[in-house]
């Protein structure tokens, strides 16, 4: 499978949407990243419905949510009758983590789960099996344009492991400070999509910065 980049709209301008949400369209990029933050979870505000609504109006690819709220078992629903493809939830936001996940593929989207830095792999052991995707956050969740943190790298070897070790397909989404410059080593150690925000948005050209990752990463 080729290896996939999700441009991440918090780093888009909200302005100028619509001409955002079309690039990412006519582009090589493969998903649309959608980061939810509800100043508890996170100690930031993104954005809600209504935008996400104004995004899958024009959106014509995957759209790839990053839930980033306390409870969110509470909007699952709301997010599937969005058009939510895959939904993914933090680690450390669920109790019954189990349950939110087989409630996410109930409402038909694919179920991810997010592990902040200070998570250890070894807590997916016991879920790995019933989950698409894994996303492995690379900064501290909350903001874009933050510094990548290279303990991520280890971490991806270690999920790369227990997923072989058992016997499943979950995908490594990784996010956080990805650029050109560990794009290739991501991908290396064992990542299938990286979300990059401020690298694509804040370019001169976000169309020929997204086809340069999707050059050195296939
Ligand atoms: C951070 C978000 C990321 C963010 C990435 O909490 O989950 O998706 O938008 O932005 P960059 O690529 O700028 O680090
Ligand atoms: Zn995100």
Redesign the pocket.
Known sequence: MSKLI?P????ADFGNLQRDVEMVNNSDADWF?I?I?DGVF?P?I?YGMPVLKAITKHAKKTIDV?L?IIDPDRYIQTFADLGADILTVHYEACTHLHRTIQAIKAAGMKAGV?LNPHTPIAVLEDIINDIDLV?I????????????IENTYKKIQQLKNLIEFSETDTLIEV?????DQNANKLIEVGADAL????????SEDPTATIANLKSIIN
């Open positions: 999700a991440s709209i918090l780093a990243h980061d933050m996170v930031n993104s990053h980033m997010a996303l956050m690379s900064v501290n969740p909350g903001f874009g344009g933050q510094s990548f996010d956080g400070g990805v650029t979300v990059a925000g401020s690298f694509v948005f804040k």
